[in-house]
């Protein structure tokens, strides 16, 4: 069973404006989680992140909501930019990343000038 | 910025060759980890390392195996490589255990392996 799910496998947003991706999480364990962005046949690389104990976290244009009692975070890009067509993952782990993290399959974004 | 490194990007082989995937960081990180990623879905961890000496095998049941010999290479080892091993090879370390955010993991550029 998938403990961290990102329910739009692709998202089109127009340039300029605002990109939402969300992602769900099951394990209430989970205390740290990480949005990354990914280009095809390359590495993740990390965006942006938020401990348990907020609840925004904010780094330039990009921002991360978590709400715990839903079990909910999501990622928000403002403005959009043609560079952010990527592939975002949402990952979580606990306990100090002991056991590595847990990944969603990723969302799609696609910026439309 | 991160700096971690995997060789070689791309590698093709046949079917029951030895391979080695190489990762090195030069941040001095404690944990190394190893995923691999199927198109269209999500990264599996396979094995990670808390430091020298130390390995552990991860969520997804994995043919291949590791050393950890020295803080900063943390090589991937396939005995005998079959098609079903065709994937994307992902490296990551972290500082881990040192605060908030240091579980943060950084990615290597990963390896496309062919196994034909």
């Known amino acids: 069973d998938q403990q961290v799910k990102q329910n739009s496998p692709s998202l089109s947003v127009q340039e300029g404006r605002i990109s939402i991706l969300n992602c769900d999480y099951t394990?209430?364990?989970?205390?740290?989680f990480l949005w990354y962005k990914k280009y095809p046949a390359e590495g993740p690389t990390f965006l942006i992140s938020?401990?348990?104990?907020?609840d925004k976290n904010e780094d330039g244009r990009f921002t991360v909501f978590l709400n715990k009692s839903a079990k909910h975070l999501s990622l928000h890009i403002v403005p959009s930019q043609p560079g952010d067509s990527a592939v975002y993952f949402c990952?979580?782990?606990?306990?100090?990343?002991?056991?590595?993290?847990?990944f969603g399959k990723g969302t799609h974004l696609i910026i439309q000038p | 910025e991160a700096d971690i490194y995997q060789t070689p990007r791309y590698l093709v082989i046949g079917t029951g060759k030895k391979i080695t995937l190489e990762c090195s960081q030069t941040?001095?990180?404690?944990?190394m980890y190893w995923y691999q990623q199927d198109p269209g879905m999500e990264l599996h961890l396979i094995h990670y390392?808390?430091?020298?000496?130390s390995t552990e095998k991860g969520d997804l049941s994995s043919e291949s195996t590791v050393s950890r010999i020295r803080t900063e290479h943390f090589p991937l080892t396939l005995e005998s490589a079959r098609p079903s091993h065709t994937s994307q090879y992902l490296c990551?370390?972290?500082?881990w255990g040192k605060g908030v955010g240091t579980d943060t993991q950084y990615f290597g550029p990963g390896t496309r392996l062919t196994v034909l």
């Open positions: 990551a370390s972290s500082e």
């Open positions: 394990n209430s364990m989970f205390d740290y």
């Open positions: 938020i401990s348990s104990i907020k």
């Open positions: 990952a979580a782990t606990s306990g100090g990343g002991a056991d590595g993290l847990t």
């Open positions: 941040m001095g990180h404690d944990k």
């Open positions: 390392s808390y430091g020298v000496n």
